[in-house]
């Protein structure tokens, strides 16, 4: 299978999804350019650098319409077998971003050679990574962090639920900020530029085993839905 991921992100899960994929997916290797591509296991992965921008402020601009820019490039090398989009939904419904990915592609001159799959990370790539049990302050709980364990604890409700605070001007940004902190408790340092912390098989499995949990009734917990969506996708490439 020959992947073509075109991310949202240009920091933190660009830098951590080669590091899962290594992990989950250790026969892929990523070549650098679509006209590097060979038979074979192999992805590309590029960032389109913000939402408005990968879906095309300007059709006619291939720097500012970097989704119709990939299309361009598959259909002329021939030799994606898949295109993987994935964007955040920040504080948009996930269904109307998803609309508009939806138009955008078949909207596009001749349409894709290829098949395509779109993710929605609801609300952003901290809300996921909030999923990490292992993480959250047991017992004594530091007082930096007491305000976000007083509004909302991600260790038993979900994380993607969790709605943001007047303080910040994105449920996106109090999310970062909240994993921040949290993460903080276990002398771990994070930012979207050294998201290093949460690229290994530790931290993976960790989110793996919560969006598969059960309750106490055995049925499934139903936490962090749209990263459940993706590493389902990922296992059967």
Sequence with gaps: ???????????????????????????????????????????????????????????????????????????????????????????APIGKRYRMAIQAIKTYPGGIKCPFSIFLVNHCFETWLLGNRDMYPKGHIPYDFQPFDEYYNVSTHDPEKMLGVEEYLTTSLFHAEYLRQMLLTQKINYSKRNPGAVCNRAYLEALRQRVAALDEHHKPEGHLNSLKRFFDFLDKL
Excluded at 35 to 47: A, E, I, Q, T, W
Excluded at 54 to 65: K, T
């Design 1 to 91: 299978m020959r992947v073509y991921f075109l991310l949202e992100d240009s920091r933190s899960f660009f830098e951590t999804l080669p590091c899962w994929l290594s992990i989950l997916k250790p026969t892929y290797r990523r070549v650098p350019e679509i006209n590097r591509v060979y038979d074979g296991d192999c992805y590309v992965m590029k960032s389109g650098c913000g939402f408005p921008r990968i879906l095309g402020v300007d059709p006619h601009s291939p720097s500012q319409n970097v989704l119709g820019a990939t299309i361009t490039d598959i259909n002329r090398y021939g030799n994606i077998d898949r295109l993987v989009l994935v964007f955040d939904a920040d504080d």
